[in-house]
């Protein structure tokens, strides 16, 4: 690559001047002289330089006598131009003992590699340049975890050197984090599944396995972030799938992960309120059952004007649910629309329009009981709570007790015998009925008398009397009591009349139309109560 060489040669004429040409590749010819030395050797300096590529030289020396010797040499070759040279590109690996590869188009001559590592220990290698242009060496010692640097050159005949030095190489053996999120249950057959890791850039290799055993391989990139998420495209068998997934970093550590709590749930749960009817309790419990255990259930309460209130409960271990409304509903019909939703998000509900705030008690009545001859009296009253049933208790005076019941008709009221034989002497009777709602409505009547015996009754005795319009009299015990009487004459003509039992017992009644000349006859009775 000297563009001026010194040509050198040998003749045993010493001190003989030669004489030089030297023709470059350009046709431009330099004479030159150089004298043979003592020692028989002689050289001389190309003064001008020389064009690039091959020159040849034309020399000759001439003895005394006159006699000439020539030479000539044709291979020179100004060749100022370093060879192609590379190293092939260095990235992260995991193999401690590499291989460092290049290309030159050197062929055939030697490189050398210096290889220096994190920790600063340099390994000194060499390679030679195949007939295809490539050269390789593997580091034979490990390199420290970490990044190295690879210096190489090459020299070509003409002694032009060529290098190149490469500072990309990573020794990571190191695995990169790698995480599937958690996977649960799910109504959404095409799920995305989501993960993340410390390899930006990176490529996630997944295989979705469902209930089935139908596999779908997916892939995902990891954002700049650190997450990764991928949809599963087509949709998973009912049931349990599992997820594994794997990322490899640049150096060729792979990490992995596998995920098996993932379900394909699409069936809504059981879910049930309780019936709700009629109720005095104006803060009721709602109740009802599920079959998702541990669930919370969303209650709306709606009542009659309209406010709402928002509860939630806990879906209880034997299947059941309940809570209590917080604040008064007001009178009238209330609603309950509640909801439930699954781990995998499937949910059901259920309305219950049935619910009726009642704080009303029903209307009732015992219809008033006077004295009777009847031990076995019938008991009547009304009542506006139709078909409800009404209770009773008897007492009779000798505090004998007889419970009955009775249905309230259609028409509003009820009735009920007495079955058996009450003691003579005041009774009572206590009664009460409830409505749908548990509202009670009570009554008592303590009118009612046990009364067998008859009251005492006289006619006074009647004599024969000029008067045809005569006064009938009496006595009785039966104060206030009505006499009845038939007053009949000779003639056969008969007079009904009435007469009232003063307070001292006695009675009378004027026969108001002349009876017959003759015989008369007076009958007469008093009804006691």
Do not use: C, H, K
């Not at 649910?321 to 009178?331: F, I, M």
């Not at 049933?389 to 419970?403: H, K, S």
């Amino acid at each position: 690559n000297d563009t001026t060489p010194t040509i050198t040669g040998s003749s045993d004429e010493i001190s003989a001047t030669v004489m030089l040409t030297v023709t470059d590749a350009a046709g431009n010819e330099q004479n030159l002289t150089a004298t043979v030395q003592a020692d028989g050797t002689w050289s001389v300096d190309v003064p001008t330089e020389l064009a690039e590529g091959s020159f040849t030289v034309d020399a000759s020396v001439t003895d005394a006598a006159g006699n000439t010797a020539s030479d000539s040499e044709t291979g020179g070759v100004i060749d100022t131009q370093a060879p192609t040279f590379d190293i092939d590109p260095i990235n992260a690996t995991n193999d401690t003992t590499p291989t460092i590869t290049g290309s030159s188009d050197e062929i055939g001559a030697t490189v050398t590699v210096l290889v220096t590592d994190a920790a600063g220990n340099e390994q000194n290698l060499s390679a030679t340049v195949q007939a295809d242009g490539t050269w390789s060496v593997d580091v034979p010692t490990d390199l420290a975890e970490g990044a190295f640097t690879v210096d190489a050159s090459v020299t070509d005949a003409a002694g032009n050197t060529a290098s190149d030095t490469e500072t990309g190489g990573v020794i990571d053996t190191q695995a990169p984090t790698f995480d599937i999120d958690p996977i649960n249950a799910t109504n959404d057959t095409t799920p995305t599944i989501t993960g993340s890791s410390d390899e930006i850039g990176a490529t996630v290799t997944l295989t979705v396995t469902d209930a089935a055993g139908n596999e779908q391989n997916l892939t995902a990139t990891v954002q700049a972030d650190g997450t990764w998420s991928v949809d599963v495209p087509t949709e998973l068998a009912e049931g349990s799938f599992t997820v594994d997934a794997s990322v490899t970093d640049a150096a060729g550590n792979t990490a992995s992960d596998s995920e098996t709590g993932g379900v394909i749930d699409t069936q809504a749960p059981t879910f049930d309120i309780d019936p709700i009817n009629a109720t005095n309790d104006t803060t009721p419990t709602i109740t009802g059952s599920s079959d998702e255990i541990g669930a919370t259930v969303t209650v709306l309460v709606t009542d009659a004007a309209g406010n709402e209130q928002n509860l939630s409960a806990t879906v209880q271990a034997d299947g059941t649910w309940s809570v209590d409304v917080p604040t008064d509903l007001a009178e009238g019909a209330f609603t309950v629309d509640a909801s439930v939703t699954d781990a995998a998000g499937n949910t059901a509900s259920d309305t219950e329009t049935g619910g009726v705030i009642d704080t009303q008690a029903p209307t009732f009545d015992i219809d008033p009981i006077t004295a009777t001859n009847d031990t076995t009296p019938t008991i009547t009253g009304s009542s506006d709570e139709i078909s409800a049933t009404v209770m009773l208790t008897v007492t009779d005076a000798a505090g004998n007790e007889q419970n009955l019941s009775a249905t309230v008709q259609a028409d509003g009221t009820w009735s009920v015998d007495v079955p058996t034989d009450l003691a003579e002497g005041a009774f009572t009777v206590d009664a009460s009925v409830t409505d749908a709602a548990g509202n009670t409505a009570s009554d008592t009547e303590t009118g009612g008398v046990i009364d067998t015996q008859a009251p005492t009754f006289d006619i006074d005795p009647i004599t024969a009397t000029n008067d045809t319009t005569p006064t009938i009299t009496g006595s009785s015990d039966e104060i206030g009591a009505t006499v009845t009487l038939t007053v009949t004459d000779a003639d056969g003509t008969e007079q009904n009349l009435t007469a009232t039992v003063q307070a001292d017992g006695t009675w009378s009644v004027d026969v108001p139309a002349d009876l017959a000349e003759g015989a008369f006859t007076v009958d007469a009775s008093v009804t006691d109560a």
